[in-house]
């Protein structure tokens, strides 16, 4: 089964950037879509960023023309660029990767990584 590691992040302050890397133990090749979700204390897990096999991407409403994500299935690795962050963007953030369209839009047999702690504070 393929695993995925998250890093990257970290404590920031307002205005700031991060860059999150998810890397997976396989290929990430026949994987549909890879993307990011994050929690905040006291929410629910939401999507930030999906990208699919056809480099199509989505952002939910409070992260565009703020954060990129990109995939490099060469090096197995899904990232995400976060520029001018607010500390409402403070949460763990997750990387998911779904097999097929299905799944990805389901939110089902999600394949998760363990989480990097996002911190936006002055």
């Known amino acids: 089964q393929v695993q995925f590691v998250e890093s990257g992040g970290g404590l920031v302050q307002p205005g700031g950037s991060l860059r999150l890397s998810c890397k997976a133990s396989?290929?990430?090749?026949?994987?549909?879509?890879t993307g990011w979700y994050r929690q905040a204390p006291g929410k629910q897990r939401g999507l930030v960023a999906g990208i699919n096999s056809s480099g199509t991407t989505n952002y939910t409403t409070s992260v565009k023309g703020r954060f990129t994500i990109s995939r490099d299935n060469a090096k197995n690795t899904v990232y995400l660029q976060m520029n001018s962050l607010k500390p409402e963007d403070t949460a763990v953030y997750y990387c998911f990767a779904a097999r097929s369209v299905i799944d990805y839009v389901r939110g089902n047999n999600y394949y998760w990584g363990q989480g990097t702690q996002v911190t936006v504070s002055s």
């Open positions: 396989g290929s990430i090749f026949s994987f549909y879509a």
